[in-house]
Nanobody, 116 residues
Framework: QVQFVETGGGLVQPGGSLKLSCAASGFAFSAYTMRWYRQAPGKERELVAVISNSADIINYADSVKGRFTITRDNAKNTVYLQMNSLKPEDTAAYYC?????????WGQGTQVTVSS
């Protein structure tokens, strides 16, 4: 079955960095656009970054542009989110997701907390 396992979250001070990973399984990972979302308490889920299947098209939310970098390794069925210059408003649970027919599947997410 389709699964996403997000890891790499934690507590970090403002200005710090984290790298999230999402291991996907159960579908042809290399054929699908992948996305990172985040959801803060009391807020709707927000699209953070998108990467096409061959990584030739990448887009970011304005709120993270210049600070976050999305990459993927199709040989490892894994998508990454490098987060630099973290701010308290980046605090949220982060989730990865596949576009298209698998878009209804979600992992457990990984919590990122930015606080001094």
């Amino acid at each position: 079955q389709v699964q996403f396992v997000e890891t790499g979250g934690g507590l970090v001070q403002p200005g710090g960095s984290l790298k999230l990973s999402c291991a996907a399984s159960g579908f042809a990972f290399s054929a699908y656009t992948m996305r990172w979302y985040r959801q803060a308490p009391g807020k709707e889920r927000e699209l953070v970054a998108v990467i096409s299947n061959s990584a030739d098209i990448i887009n970011y939310a304005d709120s993270v542009k210049g600070r976050f970098t999305i990459t993927r390794d199709n040989a490892k069925n894994t998508v990454y989110l490098q987060m630099n210059s973290l701010k308290p408003e980046d605090t949220a649970a982060y989730y990865c997701n596949a576009a298209g027919r698998w878009s209804g599947y979600w992992g457990q997410g990984t919590q990122v907390t930015v606080s001094s």
